[in-house]
T-cell receptor, first 113, second 110 residues
Framework: DARVTQTPRHKVTEMGQEVTMRCQPILGHNTVFWYRQTMMQGLELLAYFRNRAPLDDSGMPKDRFSAEMPDATLATLKIQPSEPRDSAVYFC???????????FGPGTRLTVT | RKEVEQDPGPFNVPEGATVAFNCTYSNSASQSFFWYRQDCRKEPKLLMSVYSSGNEDGRFTAQLNRASQYISLLIRDSKLSDSATYLCVVIKGGADGLTFGKGTHLIIQP
């Protein structure tokens, strides 16, 4: 049963620290998405890649967030420096082609104090 | 106006009843529509796509009304296991990322 995996599942850090979240998409999927979910805003698309190339990161605060795909099996989302307002659940999802069907990972629950 | 709007609920429904909820979208260029389901503290999972002609999957029926820019989800013979948050999802033409509504919380009561 192929699944998207994300690490860490939980992260508590202090304001100003760097946070790196990792995602392993389903093998064979060529499109990877990063979403953030909060009670106030719901689920928001931050960025996505196709064939490892960034296609859209307009939803991501550029000054502190960065997303990369160093290889086809790993996507990373980095926050530096982190702020309390970044506290949320960060989901990675993968799909194939136009990615109309996306498979979500279990999420990373981030708390910034 | 938000891109995708849903009544947050909660909808409290007795087991066995039929429940329906709608979702409105603001961008008339939206091309693809879905319902996702999210259980508490879990990831969203695709429930069903929504086609212009309407579609049914077991106890679930989805409809699209392009003229009025809304989609609907009907659940018949509801089960306790249907309790979840149902997320309306829209893809704009030319885009890949999903635009989510904030979800409708459904509670099926025994």
């Amino acid at each position: 049963d192929a699944r998207v995996t994300q690490t860490p599942r939980h992260k508590v850090t202090e304001m100003g620290q760097e946070v790196t979240m990792r995602c392993q998409p389903i093998l064979g999927h060529n499109t990877v998405f990063w979403y953030r979910q909060t009670m106030m805003q719901g689920l928001e698309l931050l960025a996505y890649f196709r064939n490892r190339a960034p296609l859209d990161d307009s939803g991501m605060p550029k000054d502190r967030f960065s997303a990369e795909m160093p290889d086809a099996t790993l996507a990373t989302l980095k926050i530096q420096p982190s702020e309390p307002r970044d506290s949320a659940v960060y989901f990675c999802a993968s799909g194939f082609g136009t990615a109309y069907e996306q498979y979500f990972g279990p999420g990373t629950r981030l708390t910034v104090t | 106006r938000k891109e995708v709007e849903q009544d947050p609920g909660p909808f409290n429904v007795p087991e066995g009843a039929t429940v329906a909820f709608n979702c409105t979208y603001s961008n008339s260029a939206s091309q693809s529509f879905f319902w996702y389901r999210q259980d508490c503290r879990k990831e969203p999972k695709l429930l069903m796509s929504v086609y212009s002609s309407g579609n049914e999957d077991g106890r679930f029926t989805a409809q699209l009304n392009r003229a009025s820019q809304y989609i609907s989800l009907l659940i018949r013979d509801s089960k306790l296991s249907d309790s979840a948050t149902y997320l309306c999802v829209v893809i704009k033409g030319g885009a890949d990322g999903l635009t989510f509504g904030k979800g409708t919380h459904l509670i099926i009561q025994p």
